[in-house]
């Protein structure tokens, strides 16, 4: 057998491993779904054991969910990112000092009329009225006129009851900074990894950097 031949083979039997390892979305789909048995209330039991919350809050949130009508409740064990809510997101934005540097650099940052601000968001992501994670942003920048000029930094965490990292990025388009955090949550179900992603973005307002539109929404 050819070299050419024999490596074309090895990654071949490679791609076959990595997909008869990884699970297909028709069986994930498969999986959440309950069977003929498997009412979606009792289904919805099992998926609330990988949420890490005391016995009171899972109860909380188990009559929340035994009060759904039939569609939400299938649609909700179908895909659970659709149980979470978030509040409205409101961010308040604050101007800081010049950006360190020097006396040098503040002066020359006055005097160009560049300014720095920060906004700090956090967003509680429910089930029911039960909190079971916590999401935060913090966004700095500065501006000069209408416009921002730099993004100085964009973080995000998350912390509560479920397992979810942040990745956070930022850009600036036609004088508008905007800071976007995404986090992905991670639920085991029925032995199969459950993940989906909530997306928390603030920009700021064309012609105010002062002010800022924000919100949150799954990817």
Known sequence: MSTHRRAAVVTASLALSLALALPTQAAIA?????????????????????????PAKKRQIEDYFAALP????????????????TSEVSSSVRALPAASGGTSRATTAA????????????????????????????YTYEARGGA???????????????SANSSPSSWISQGRGTCEV??????????????FTKVHTVTTQAGNPARVDGRVYSA
Do not use: M, W, Y
Not at 70 to 85: H, N
Not at 182 to 195: C, E, Y
């Open 30 to 54: 498969d999986t959440l779904a309950p069977d003929a048995t498997t009412s979606p209330e009792v289904a919805f039991h099992e998926l609330l054991t990988g949420i890490d919350l005391p």
């Open 70 to 85: 039939d569609d939400k409740q299938e649609a909700g064990i179908a895909d659970p990112s659709s149980l979470f809510t």
């Open 182 to 195: 995404r986090t992905q949550v991670s639920l085991l179900f029925r032995g199969v990894p459950v993940q």
């Open 148 to 162: 921002v000029t730099r993004n100085l930094g964009c973080t995000g965490s998350v912390s509560g009851a479920i």
């Open 111 to 138: 005097a160009s009329g560049t300014r720095t601000f920060q906004v700090n968001n956090r967003q509680e992501a429910k089930i029911g009225n039960v909190t079971v994670t916590t999401l935060s942003l913090s």
